[in-house]
């Protein structure tokens, strides 16, 4: 792998300022699956694609068209604002853009997802659960 992967040391850094991901040792992470035994292909599978999608590089993908069977739309699609408060202060809010299911969401604030604040949940969801696209 070392010999292939021409970003291997740059996974390794600290993101640029702005970016909440975590730096990636592909090596370190991938010799575990060496002396791992998985219950199924699907196991081993789903443990390497977590690995790559850490890299958080568009260049880089693991697809398994086996399973890729399954596409969820939510019909909800959000967008992200900064507004000034009434402390004059600037915040990043999240707003609804098109609720496909019901419009009269359009354009509210949500302000929570599963009980956290918005904008951390998606910001925990990019840096937990995103890939490249396949």
């Known amino acids: 792998m070392s010999n292939y992967y021409v970003f291997l040391n740059q996974a390794k850094e600290e993101p640029p300022k702005g970016f909440t991901y975590q730096p990636v040792d592909l090596i370190k992470e991938l010799e575990p699956l060496r002396k791992e035994t ?3 292909d699907y196991d081993f599978v789903a443990a390497l694609r977590n690995i790559i999608s850490k890299l958080k590089d ?3 993908q693991n697809i398994n ?3 890729h069977n ?6 909800l699609t959000l967008y992200s604002v900064i507004t000034t408060d009434n402390e004059n202060k600037q915040k990043q809010i999240i707003k609804v853009f098109d609720n496909k299911l019901d419009p009269s969401n359009n354009d509210c604030e949500v302000t929570e997802i599963h009980g956290k604040p918005a904008l951390q949940a998606i910001i925990d969801f990019a840096n937990d659960n995103t890939a490249a696209p396949p």
Not at 70 to 75: A, E, L, V
């Open 70 to 75: 399954f596409i969820y739309d939510q019909n």
């Open 38 to 40: 998985f219950k199924s």
């Open 58 to 60: 568009g260049n880089t």
């Open 65 to 67: 068209i086996c399973y």
